[in-house]
């Protein structure tokens, strides 16, 4: 019987990622998707987001199965690890063009950049969450390109193509978000 799992995200591209990798790698799991809006609190660490709102659910919406969510960001050591936790308001804010102007004068190894994604996973709303944690590493291209994905796709280049220009299953391999939940995949099988 396929094991039925929450991910509770308004992120509807995130849904689709996860899906895709599910339906490539582990066919006994079915991802079941919760459109649920969760206060997400400004912390300093990706883990801590992702733990505090496991634990705002665990608290609040009363699940009756086992859920996860995930919380991502993006980190340019150049710019002292910006926009990191606070990697959704300036995409919203600046969006992919400001961060290109704030690389401007940026060359070589200036221009790397890491993503991160921490997957939480609450077996029940009693269980404490358990945390995967997944990276990449790349760099800012020159200019955005390619017309897939979402968010700051189009400017994150790893080995010579950026995210947008990838299809899901080729930035599944790759991606942090790939790389954390198939760590969620392994300890749920
Ligand atoms: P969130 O808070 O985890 O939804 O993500 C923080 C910001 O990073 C949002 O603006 C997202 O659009 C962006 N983001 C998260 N994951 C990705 C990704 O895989 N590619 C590009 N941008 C992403």
Not at 39 to 52: F, H, K, N, R
Not at 107 to 128: D, H, M, N, P, Q
Request: glycine residues 8%; proline residues 4%.
């Amino acid at each position: 019987m396929r094991k039925e799992i929450v991910f509770i995200t308004t992120n509807a591209h995130k849904v689709e990622e996860i899906r895709d990798l599910a339906d490539v790698e582990s066919k006994d799991i079915a991802i079941e998707h919760l459109d649920y809006d969760y206060p997400e609190l400004q912390l300093d660490e990706t883990e801590e987001v992702a733990s505090a709102s496991a634990d705002y659910i665990r608290e609040n919406k009363g699940m009756t199965k086992p859920f996860f969510l995930e919380d991502s960001g993006m980190f340019i050591p150049a710019l002292n690890g910006f926009p990191g936790p606070f990697s959704a308001f300036v995409f919203r804010s600046i969006g992919n063009d400001g961060i290109l102007k704030l690389m401007a004068n940026k060359k070589g190894a200036e221009r790397r950049a890491t993503f991160k994604t921490v997957v939480a996973l609450c077996e029940s709303s009693e269980k404490e969450p358990i945390l995967f944690v997944g990276t990449v590493e790349g760099k800012i291209a020159d200019v955005g390109r390619g017309e897939g994905g979402f968010g700051f796709d189009p400017i994150f280049e790893y080995e010579g193509a950026t995210f947008a220009e990838m299809s899901t299953e080729e930035k599944n391999k790759v991606s942090h978000r790939g790389r954390a939940f198939r760590k969620l995949l392994n300890y749920i099988s």
